[in-house]
């Protein structure tokens, strides 16, 4: 695609269900992290993976959060049981030469 | 501890005013330096990037600047438009975020 594409746009869950946050990067960047933004803060590093290296797993809140990427494409991040503090827009970006390019984010209400 | 600091956290100008944006880092090792825009409900948008050597990038009516010796960066925006209202955000590196400046254009 001509972007980084995230699903879903808007996700709505109960306290203690788990959820799955998708996104497509960029067809060719090796480079993808996700990033938690939580209203009225900064951008908050998650997970970070680089081809077939190991991921950066340094930034994840807690052991509810996992993430994979398969094929070296597709990434998911996934967040056990969820908490009303995880509450947030999860972005996603795709990186080539150093250029960052973000996806238009899911938004995860726990209520 | 690799942090970066922006400043003002928030800014008000009239449409066609210029403004600067400040950011500080203490990030080592320094790889590079990004400012991106953000407008509300959207993801953020590369506006500049600079590596180590380069101490001034321009994108339009966007001029960044790197002091690598003081770790200063700034984001000066000419000519400020209405479109311009969103949050700028410095980032160093891959992983360590400025919390952003707001900036609203007033007509």
């Known amino acids: 695609g001509a972007g980084v594409s995230q699903s879903p746009s808007n996700k709505v869950t109960e306290k203690g269900k788990d959820v799955e946050l998708r996104c497509d990067p960029i067809s060719g960047h090796t480079a993808l992290y996700w990033y938690r933004q939580s209203l009225g803060q900064g951008l908050e590093f998650l997970i970070y993976?680089?081809?077939?290296?190991?991921?950066?797993k340094s930034g994840l809140p807690s052991d509810r959060f996992s993430a994979e990427r398969t094929g070296g494409s597709v990434s998911t991040l996934t967040i056990q049981r969820t908490q009303q503090e995880d509450s947030a827009v999860y972005l996603c970006?795709?990186?080539?030469?150093?250029?960052?390019?973000f996806g238009q984010g899911t938004r995860l209400t726990v209520v | 501890k690799n942090q970066v600091e922006q400043s003002p956290q928030s800014l008000i100008i009239l449409e066609g005013k210029n403004c600067t944006l400040q950011?500080?880092?203490?990030?080592?090792?320094?790889?590079?330096l990004r400012w991106y825009k953000q407008d509300t409900g959207r993801g953020p948008v590369s506006l500049t990037i600079?590596?180590?050597?380069?101490n001034t990038k321009s994108n339009g009516r966007y001029t960044a600047t790197l002091d690598a010796d003081t770790k200063q960066s700034s984001l000066h925006i000419t000519a400020s438009q209405l479109s311009d209202s969103a949050s700028y955000i410095c980032v160093v590196g891959e992983s360590t975020f400025g919390d952003g400046t707001t900036l609203t254009v007033k007509p």
């Open positions: 950011c500080n880092y203490t990030v080592s090792p320094f790889s590079n």
């Open positions: 993976f680089q081809g077939n290296s190991a991921p950066d």
């Open positions: 600079m590596t180590f050597s380069e």
């Open positions: 970006a795709s990186v080539y030469r150093g250029a960052a390019f």
